[in-house]
């Protein structure tokens, strides 16, 4: 059912009570335009019980995305929930029995609505701390994230970890959601302290685009409907307002990028590379280089299931046929000869560890990056003290939920783009080679030095050495005294005899 918030239609007497439609102000004429036909992905996020999953139900209820049959059961299922004999809006989100039981948010729940303008897909993930990895889940997909912050309690740890995540998931949008302001008495100084701390962290977060919000998701004032009513000295837009006219994130404007996942040759006529474009567009007659091998070839056709195309951009699932024979595998990845990605053994990475143990300085991991699958030793370097939003040394495990940076080193050539500029060929698992769990979820940010031998980086030293030597000296006491000034970095028989000559 298509929800008619942006029209006087959507603001009648069916709607809650707690909203006075005659204090409702015109949306503006800029809300008005024409309809986007991209669907906003966001996350809601933020500390335990500061209302995520009711300001989701708040906009499900008020932008009429609730059935019939919903509707009864939530009346049926609520209860007495509050002094004001409202429904329980967050049953429309916490769908496991375990989140009714205990009144919190365990599991991701995605839920769909629509204005006369857009088109939103939502996530309210977990405030809990044990569920961080749930939250990274949510935040890996949004172009948007409603950080929500109760008034009474202000900034919390947990809202600055889930801060951290989404800018880190590279959202760089935030609408700061002061929910329960009807507890403070709506306060504007309350709105004001808070308002700034918060751009203080996102500027350090690297984030510039904040909208500050109070609100009541309970009451529902400011959430689609304004609450001019209760807080005539806020002049700023609607949660559904700003929603309305944010922007979303694309991979099509960079440089072509086909993760090979499949070749397909059904006949000795045809050999096609197929797998879904993760960045920027390609047409027949484009030159293409083949990573990691390097090799050049030219489009000759572009393919879908049922027709010939004469282009693909990001997102089309399509088979590539090339004009000559080249040697492609899965796990290659075709892109622009002219706009190419990283390939390199050694990256640096931000990620958030996701299992108990966390992540263990030194130790190989399984990488898989979309459609390849490689060894990885990761070395932690620094770890996020959520306090003080700042980067600490650190050299020893990652624990669960911990934020780090970490050095990547790969035993052969790996693909990546920064996560800033494409989140396709950016982003990253780990996964344990001893128990298959994913450990860790990750974004590449540079390219390190593909220097060989010995070279300095910032004041440690680099030795890149072959793999039984390289454990030999790890092993020494000398290396374990100096470890904060040196790094090893394990390399192929293949590769050393690059760097070196040959062992003897």
């Known amino acids: 059912m298509t929800a008619p918030s942006t029209t006087a239609a959507a603001r009648d007497s069916s709607h809650d009570v707690s909203n006075d439609v005659s204090n409702v102000v015109p949306i503006t004429d800029a809300v008005k335009a024409v309809r986007d036909t991209r669907p906003l992905r966001l996350i809601t996020c933020g500390s335990v019980d500061d209302g995520k999953s009711t300001l989701i139900g708040r906009l499900l209820w008020d932008t009429k995305a609730?059935?019939?049959?919903?509707?009864?059961?939530?009346?049926?299922?609520?209860g007495k929930q509050n002094d004001l004999g409202?429904?329980?809006?967050?049953?429309?989100?916490?769908?496991?029995?375990?989140?009714?039981?205990?009144?919190?948010?365990?599991?991701?729940?995605?839920?769909?609505?629509?204005?006369?303008?857009?088109?939103?897909?939502?996530?309210?993930?977990?405030g809990h701390e044990q569920y961080t990895r749930n939250m990274a889940t949510g935040a890996s997909t949004a172009d948007l994230a409603v950080l929500l912050v109760d008034a009474?309690?202000?900034?919390?740890?947990?809202?600055?970890?889930?801060?951290?995540?989404?800018?880190?998931?590279?959202?760089?949008?935030?609408?700061l959601a002061v929910n329960k302001f009807d507890l403070v008495a709506y306060d504007k100084a309350v709105f004001e302290k808070i308002s700034h701390d918060f751009k203080e962290l996102a500027l350090s977060l690297g984030v510039r685009q904040v909208t500050a919000i109070p609100m009541s998701a309970l009451k529902g004032e400011n959430v689609v409907y304004d609450g001019r009513a209760t807080m005539p000295w806020y002049e700023g837009p609607t949660l559904v307002e700003t929603l309305e006219l944010a922007t979303t994130r694309t991979a099509a404007a960079g440089g072509f990028r086909l993760p090979v996942q499949r070749v397909s040759r059904p006949g000795e006529s045809f050999r096609g590379y197929q797998g879904?474009?993760?960045?920027?567009?390609?047409?027949?007659?484009?030159?293409?280089?083949?990573?990691?091998?390097?090799?050049?070839?030219?489009?000759?056709?572009i393919v879908t299931f049922d027709l010939v195309r004469n282009a693909a951009v990001a997102g089309d699932a399509i088979t590539l046929v090339l004009d000559r024979q080249v040697d492609v595998s899965r796990g290659d990845m075709i892109v622009s000869l002219d706009a190419q990605p990283m390939t390199g053994v050694s990256f640096?990475?931000?990620?958030?560890a996701l299992q108990p143990g966390g992540i263990e300085p030194g130790k190989r991991y399984w990488l898989k990056a979309g459609s390849r699958r490689q060894r990885v030793t990761v070395q932690p370097v620094s770890q996020l003290d959520l306090s003080t939003a700042k980067w600490k040394p650190h050299a020893d495990a990652l624990?669960?939920?911990?934020?780090?940076?970490?050095?990547?080193?790969?035993?052969?050539?790996a693909i990546f783009d920064a996560y800033d500029q494409n989140r396709n060929t950016g982003a990253f698992i780990l996964i344990d080679p001893d128990t298959l769990n994913t450990v860790a979820g990750g974004m590449v940010s540079a390219k390190r030095s593909d220097l060989g031998g010995i070279?300095?980086?910032?004041?440690?030293?680099?030795?890149?050495?072959?793999t039984d030597l390289a454990d030999d000296l790890m092993a020494t006491e000398l290396f374990a005294a100096?470890?904060?000034?040196?790094?090893?970095?394990?390399?192929?028989?293949?590769?050393?005899?690059?760097?070196?000559?040959?062992?003897?």
């Open 152 to 175: 009474r309690s202000g900034l919390l740890e947990q809202t600055r970890r889930h801060a951290t995540i989404a800018s880190l998931m590279g959202i760089k949008q935030f609408v």
């Open 455 to 466: 070279h300095r980086d910032q004041q440690r030293v680099l030795l890149s050495l072959p």
């Open 276 to 301: 879904t474009v993760a960045g920027g567009s390609i047409k027949p007659g484009d030159s293409v280089a083949i990573l990691p091998s390097g090799m050049v070839a030219n489009v000759k056709q």
């Open 399 to 413: 624990p669960m939920n911990a934020i780090g940076k970490v050095r990547l080193s790969f035993d052969e050539a």
């Open 348 to 352: 640096d990475a931000q990620l958030v």
């Open 86 to 126: 409202l429904p329980d809006f967050a049953l429309l989100l916490d769908g496991l029995q375990a989140e009714r039981e205990q009144g919190i948010t365990i599991d991701v729940a995605y839920r769909y609505f629509s204005t006369d303008r857009r088109s939103f897909i939502v996530a309210d993930t977990p």
């Open 482 to 504: 100096r470890r904060d000034e040196a790094e090893v970095r394990r390399v192929t028989s293949a590769r050393a005899a690059e760097l070196f000559g040959d062992i003897e």
């Open 66 to 78: 609730v059935k019939e049959d919903q509707a009864a059961a939530l009346s049926r299922d609520s």
